[in-house]
């Protein structure tokens, strides 16, 4: 299929809190410009798989690789430099609560030495779009969980990254809002053209944004395909995740019901 | 029995390994100046507006105290413009720091290590990192900066405010002369009474906010981790004011 090019690896990453035993030789390949979403039970690790990708957390073993460079190997220069090409979209949004929304934003843009003007700018075009417009001057207490978490989305989107990873951008968003989002990530990608990781749990907005879609199971991918590919996935733990049926948690033996 | 106290040994002994991995990373930050300087200056006012009220209360007791207390000691005995040196002296040099600082290890102490945990447990820290900010150089070096160049200041004022309610005590409360207050306060005078206190100071104030820094950032799970790191930090911290005022007194005095 093509020439892709691979630009986020995980290559067999181990990772364990104490006993808990979380990564368990995950693998996955993400290409250029494409979004992919990794769903899988509550619990199941997917937002430790993404904080490795930006060095939050270091795998016990196994590699993630960005742009060609081991993140584990980086000295404190490169971290930085990889970092500044990434946004993250934080799930519980992240904000700084002693800032109000202008300076959130503000705040990764300075980092990256761009003048007070062009930052304006930017906080203005990415609240805009996230439809939070003239929300500048609130606090984080202010606003609802929603909106934080548009907010949260703005921060990251402010950056124009080269890769963007979403933890659950739509959990606890309404309908409409949800789908509003969808769409903004989709205009993000087209606009952006930036490579994009997808955390979720809601398989239509899984396959409203994503090229393809990978199961995250026992600290492992259990299927990465097309849209298509998983919707028409035999395997059953796929099958019970994407159709949500309530005997799927407890065949999986996952850690939390999913709720 | 042997094993309990060997793990405690090796557990404190850990302990000053991640101190000193920790000041090591915190050095290496302060190449960083553009990032901590002005953040610096916002630190110092937090603590300067939050520390001095709480500060000049527990000096001016003091004062108030030693004044007395020095009138028991001395009746009798001593010449009573003695009360002017030793009211002076142990203000300036020891009950002055010592307590204020105790006080504030539970003041700012608390609020670093809250206010970190805080964001730990909330990943603002994970999101400052993944801003390409550095923690150190964002977070910590300002308010170690900052609290080691106000302590010696907060100090300075509330002795100068246990000096007052001395003299005040021993004017109305002991019939003292302030002519006589003067002449003890001058007495057995040296510059070393001011900077003494003034240097413990510091250290004082590096090492709480160094430790409210570490104990906030190593923050685990919830509020109650927040809790917790805050209650560490307040007792680990005035347990080094303790210690490091014996070490002052063995090298100094
Ligand atoms: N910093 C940490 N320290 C200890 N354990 C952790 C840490 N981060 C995650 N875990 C554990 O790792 C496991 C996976 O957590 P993770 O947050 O990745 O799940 P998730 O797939 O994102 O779930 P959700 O969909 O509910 O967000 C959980 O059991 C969690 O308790
Ligand atoms: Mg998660």
Redesign the interface.
Same mark, same amino acid.
């Given at each position: 299929m093509g020439c892709f090019v691979v630009v986020i690896v995980f290559r067999e990453v181990h990772k364990a809190f104490g006993e808990n035993k979380v990564l368990q030789g995950f693998s996955l390949d993400v290409n250029d410009g494409e979004t992919i979403a990794i769903i899988g039970y509550s619990g199941s690790g997917k937002s430790v798989a993404l904080k490795h990708i930006v060095g939050l957390l270091e795998p016990d073993s196994g590699e993630v690789e960005v742009d060609g460079e081991l993140v584990h190997a980086l000295d404190a220069a490169g971290l930085r430099a990889l970092r500044s090409k990434i946004g993250y979209v934080f799930q519980f949004a992240a904000l700084f609560d002693s800032m109000s929304v202008a300076d959130n934003i503000a705040l990764g843009l300075r980092r990256q030495g761009l003048s007070e003007r062009e930052i304006g700018h930017r906080i203005e075009e990415s609240l805009a779009l996230v439809d939070l417009a003239g929300s500048e001057e609130k606090f984080p207490i202010e606003l609802s969980g929603g909106m934080r978490k548009r907010v949260g989305i703005a921060r990251a989107i402010a950056l124009r990254p080269q890769y963007i990873l979403y933890d659950e951008p739509t959990t606890g968003l309404d309908p409409v809002t949800r789908a509003m989002m969808d769409e903004l990530m989709i205009r993000v990608r087209e606009k952006l053209g930036v490579t994009g990781i997808a955390v979720t749990h809601d398989m239509k907005s899984a396959y409203a944004i994503a090229d393809r879609i990978a199961m995250l199971y026992h600290g492992r991918v259990r299927q990465v395909g097309t849209v298509d590919e998983i919707q028409r996935s035999h395997d059953s733990v796929v099958r019970q995740f994407i159709e949500g049926r309530p005997e799927a948690a407890a065949d999986a033996g996952a850690t939390q019901a999913s709720l | 029995m042997q094993k309990v106290i060997t793990d405690q040994v090796a557990e404190l002994l850990a302990g000053f390994g991640r101190l000193g991995n920790f000041v090591g990373d915190m050095a290496r930050s302060l190449r960083d100046f553009k990032v901590w300087l002005g953040l610096t200056a916002v630190q110092m006012r937090r603590i300067g507006v939050d520390s001095l009220p709480i500060s000049l209360l527990v000096a001016a007791f003091t004062g108030v105290v030693l004044a007395l207390l020095s009138r028991y000691i001395f009746t009798g005995a001593v010449p009573m413009y003695f009360v002017g040196t030793l009211v002076g002296k142990a203000i300036m040099m020891e009950l002055g720091p010592v307590l204020v600082c105790l006080a504030l290890a539970g003041r700012v102490g608390a609020s670093i290590a809250a206010e970190l945990g805080t964001?730990r447990v909330?990943?603002?820290v994970? %999101? =400052?990192?993944? =801003? %390409?900010?550095?923690i150190q150089s964002f977070l910590v070096v300002p308010r170690v900066i900052a609290a080691t160049l106000m302590f010696p200041v907060i100090v300075a004022f509330a002795v100068t405010a246990g000096l007052l309610t001395g003299w005040l005590t021993s004017v109305t409360l002991i019939d003292l002369s302030t002519v006589d207050f003067l002449k003890g306060l001058r007495l057995f005078y040296q510059f070393k009474d001011i900077w003494f206190g003034l240097l413990k100071s510091m250290s004082f104030g590096f090492t709480i906010a160094l430790i409210g820094c570490m104990k906030g950032l190593n923050t685990r799970g919830g509020a109650e981790g927040v809790g917790r790191a805050t209650t560490q930090a307040v007792v680990v911290s005035a347990g080094m004011i303790l210690v490091l005022d014996a070490l002052w007194a063995v090298l100094l005095l």
């Open positions: - | 964001m909330t990943e603002q994970d %999101a =400052l990192e993944t =801003l %390409a900010y550095d």
